[in-house]
C-alpha cells in the first residue's frame, strides 16, 4: 500500500511538471507568434504550437475540479463547520482558512467551466453558447488568482510579524530579542596575560528554525510572484488588464519556470 501511494504521487508529480512545461512553451509561442515571426507562415507555425499546447494542458487539468472541490471542502469541515472538529494547527487561523476554501472553490468553479469547452476546443462541436461559458469560466480563475495572492501576502505578513502579538511584545519587550537571548550561549575563552573573550554559540536548533524560515519566506514570495503573473493571462482575455499578448505571453513564461521549478524539485528530490 505504501508503494502505491509513493507512486500514486508521483505520477502526480510528473503529471504536474508536465502540465508545467507546456504551459512554458505555450506562453513562449505566443510571445514568438506576436514579436518573433516575420512571415505568415512562421506566425501560423507559433500560433499552432500555442494552441496545440493549451489543448494538451487541458487534457491534464479536465478532472482537477474534484481535487479543487475537495481541498475547500476539507478545510471548511476541519476548521469551519460547526460541531465536535478537531482543533487547527497553531499555524492556522480563520482568515488563512477562509481564504484558502474561497480560492480553491472559486479554481473548482474555473475548472468545472471550461471542461463543457473543450470539445469545442477539440473543434469536434461548435456551440453557440461555448464562448461565453469560457469567458465566465476566466473570470472564476481571475478572482481564484486574485485571492490566492492576497492569501500569499497575510502569510508572509504574520510570518515576519506574528511574533508580534507574543506576550513577551505585550509587556513592551521585544519578544523575537528575547527568544533570541533564551536560545544563545555564551562561552568565556581566557588566556594567559590576555582579556577573556566571549563567543556566542547559538545551538543547532534554533539554526534549523530560521532555515526553515527563511525557505517559507521564499516559497511565499515565490507563490505570489507566480500568482500576480498569472493573473494577468485571465484579465487580459476577460479585458479587465489592458495588456498585449507579448506581456501577458511573458508573464506567463515567468510563472511556468517558478512553478515548475517547484515541481521538477519534488519529483527528483
Same mark, same amino acid.
Given at each position: ?14 503529471? !504536474? ?8 512553451? @505555450?506562453?513562449?509561442?505566443?510571445? !514568438? ?41 476539507? @478545510? ?9 472538529? !478537531? ?94 537571548? !533564551? ?87
Amino acid at each position: 500500500m505504501p508503494n502505491m501511494l509513493n507512486s500514486l504521487a508521483r505520477y502526480t508529480n510528473d503529471a !504536474a511538471g508536465i502540465e508545467k512545461s507546456l504551459k512554458f512553451i @505555450q506562453s513562449f509561442s505566443q510571445v !514568438a507568434e506576436n514579436a518573433v515571426a516575420s512571415t505568415p507562415k512562421e506566425v501560423l507555425l507559433w500560433k499552432t504550437a500555442k494552441e496545440q499546447t493549451n489543448l494538451a494542458r487541458r487534457y491534464f487539468r479536465l478532472f482537477k475540479w474534484i481535487d479543487s472541490w475537495t481541498t475547500a471542502y476539507n @478545510q471548511y469541515h476541519t476548521h469551519l463547520a460547526p460541531g465536535p472538529v !478537531a482543533k487547527p494547527p497553531s499555524d492556522v487561523d480563520n482568515i488563512k482558512v477562509v481564504l484558502t476554501v474561497a480560492k480553491f472553490s472559486l479554481l473548482g468553479m474555473y475548472l468545472f467551466l471550461e471542461m463543457f469547452t473543450l470539445t469545442d476546443a477539440m473543434q469536434i462541436t461548435k456551440t453557440s453558447w461555448g464562448p461565453t461559458i469560457q469567458l465566465e469560466a476566466l473570470k472564476f480563475w481571475f478572482y481564484s488568482l486574485a485571492v490566492s495572492v492576497v492569501l500569499g501576502v497575510y502569510e508572509l505578513v504574520v510570518l515576519e510579524f506574528g511574533s508580534s502579538a507574543s506576550p513577551a511584545h505585550a509587556n513592551g519587550t521585544n519578544s523575537s530579542h528575547v527568544e533570541e537571548k !533564551a536560545s544563545q550561549a555564551t562561552i568565556t575563552v581566557k588566556s594567559a596575560g590576555k582579556e577573556s573573550t566571549t563567543v556566542v554559540v547559538q545551538p543547532k536548533s534554533t539554526l534549523v528554525a530560521r532555515d526553515l524560515r527563511a525557505m517559507k519566506r521564499q516559497k511565499l514570495v515565490k507563490q505570489i510572484v507566480a500568482d500576480s503573473c498569472d493573473l494577468l493571462i485571465p484579465g487580459a482575455v476577460v479585458g479587465w488588464v489592458p495588456l498585449g499578448p507579448v506581456p501577458v505571453g511573458v508573464a506567463g513564461s515567468i510563472s511556468a519556470v517558478l512553478g515548475g521549478s517547484d515541481v521538477w524539485a519534488r519529483v527528483n528530490p
